[in-house]
């Protein structure tokens, strides 16, 4: 089973640009994040949807930062326009759904690759 | 504000040696405490994972700690092998977004 993937690798764009990230979850999946780890700090939250829904945005640091997860598949994270401390990795995870009605989950998360964003 | 606070950000340990990595919370709402196994260019992994009515759990080399009064749990690593070098992330969650710590990066030495 392909596990989660993410693209690009790797993003090198200057100061105002805009760049989208894109992360396909485990087939199935319906949980969906997006962290962020700034060079040698913590992985930090910025989003979680469930399906298509946005269920938890209160890491997203300002409206520079949009996510989308249209039919509830692949998820884009857009920064538009591009800052200098944006810069760090970007990871995405899915897990399964949690039981009938109980909205978080605790099932493991699996995480992709990641994406390193550097902002010149 | 830090929620979850690591230690040490590095380490370095001798083939066959203990490695313990420790970190608190402050947060009463978190009642699942996974710890992630980052290897250079991939994505953290779960390594072991422990719910605060476990004061221990143990699985092959790997132990979580947890002590629920102090708000403190840790990883303990026994026989360290070359192959364990990775960062290591503690985590806490209330369900769902994962708290992460600050990261281990471990160096096993042969």
């Known amino acids: 089973e392909a596990g989660v993937t993410q693209f690009p690798s790797h993003s090198v764009i200057e100061k105002g640009q805009t760049v989208t990230l894109r992360c396909d979850p485990i087939s199935g999946h319906d949980n969906l994040y997006w962290y962020r780890r700034v060079m040698g700090k913590e992985i930090k939250f910025l989003l979680h949807f469930v399906k298509e829904s946005k269920q938890d945005e209160s890491g997203m640091p300002n409206n520079r930062f949009l996510a989308e997860r249209t039919g509830g598949t692949y998820s884009t994270l857009k920064v538009q326009p591009a800052e200098l401390e944006d810069s760090g990795v970007y990871f995405c995870?899915?897990?399964?759904?949690?039981?009938?009605?109980?909205?978080?989950?605790?099932?493991?998360?699996?995480f992709g690759p990641g994406t390193r964003l550097t902002v010149l | 504000q830090q929620q979850v606070k690591q230690s040490p950000q590095s380490l370095i340990v001798q083939k066959g040696g203990i490695s313990i990595i420790n970190c608190a919370y402050e947060?009463?709402?978190?009642?699942?405490f996974p710890w992630y196994q980052q290897f250079p260019g991939k994505g953290p992994a779960l390594l072991i994972a422990i719910r605060p009515d476990v004061s221990e759990k143990k699985e092959g080399r790997f132990t979580i700690s947890f002590n629920k009064s102090a708000k403190q749990f840790s990883l303990h690593i026994m026989d360290s092998q070359p192959g364990d070098s990775a960062t290591y992330f503690c985590a806490a969650t209330p369900g769902g977004k994962l708290i992460f710590g600050q990261g281990t990066e471990l160096s096993v030495k042969p």
């Open positions: 995870a899915s897990s399964q759904r949690g039981l009938a009605g109980f909205f978080y989950s605790y099932n493991e998360q699996f």
């Open positions: 947060n009463t709402a978190f009642d699942y």
